[in-house]
């Protein structure tokens, strides 16, 4: 299997605050990592791409002193929303590319519920 | 203009009617296709991928692909309701990002 995990599932906080979010894959190693936000009826907008042990490459228009990512290892990387407004309420999805997969496949987790007071 | 369009639907069907899917894409340089399933509030599930033009089955689903006319499908078999969700079809570009189309959401109505 190929399985990726994402915690927490649900976060709420308030406004100013950072949040914090781990992507792992469970089960196999991950030469990259992917970070999505989706809105309701929307489909995934990518935000950023992260390589283990090196910066992450954020898409235009998205700020990367607000959206931290790290990738530790392999098999994690983090998101972390600094200073959390309203605005940023939205399902995070991180999603995995196998080190030897031929297809290129990318594995999705379950992506987490942000809601921001 | 996006690379992989897809009409968003909804696309309401009958339960074990076929469901039919498809998305365009307008970059030749796309090799891999994918097609994922997504339930709300949970994150895309991989369901087939395909290279090759030509149909790939598995189970109750074929993925179909004509390069030619940079055409993809997906058909669903004997649907059921728990097939309800959003379909995205998806290609990774030269640089492995994901490129996505809108997402069908389809209904199943027992």
């Known amino acids: 299997g190929a399985v990726v995990s994402q915690h927490p599932s649900w976060v709420i906080c308030k406004s100013g605050t950072s949040v914090k979010i781990e992507c792992r894959s469970l089960d196999f190693q991950a030469t990259t990592m992917f970070w999505y936000r989706q809105f309701p009826k929307q489909s995934l907008m990518l935000m950023a791409t992260?390589?283990?042990?090196?910066?992450?490459?954020?898409e235009q228009g998205v700020e990367k002193d607000k959206f931290l990512i790290n990738h530790a290892s392999l098999t994690l990387s983090t998101l972390t929303v600094t200073s959390a407004h309203p605005e940023d309420s939205s399902f995070y999805i991180c999603?995995?590319?196998?080190?030897?997969?031929?297809?290129?496949?990318?594995?999705f987790g379950p992506g987490t519920r942000l809601t921001v007071l | 203009q996006k690379e992989v369009e897809q009409d968003p639907g909804p696309l309401s069907v009958p339960e074990g009617a076929i469901v039919s899917l498809n998305c365009t894409y307008s970059?030749?340089?796309?090799?891999?296709f994918m097609w994922y399933r997504q339930y709300s509030r949970k994150g895309p599930e991989l369901l087939m991928y395909t290279y090759s033009s030509g149909n790939k089955e598995d189970g109750r689903f074929t993925a179909q692909v004509d390069k030619s006319s940079k055409y993809i499908s997906l058909f669903i078999r004997d649907s059921q309701p728990s097939d309800s969700a959003t379909y995205l079809c998806?290609?990774?570009?030269?640089?492995?990002?994901?490129?996505f189309g809108a997402g069908t959401q389809v209904v199943v109505t027992p």
């Open positions: 999603s995995a590319r196998k080190l030897a997969g031929v297809y290129n496949e990318q594995f």
């Open positions: 992260s390589n283990e042990g090196s910066k992450a490459t954020y």
């Open positions: 998806a290609s990774p570009d030269s640089w492995g990002k994901l490129q």
């Open positions: 970059n030749s340089a796309f090799q891999y």
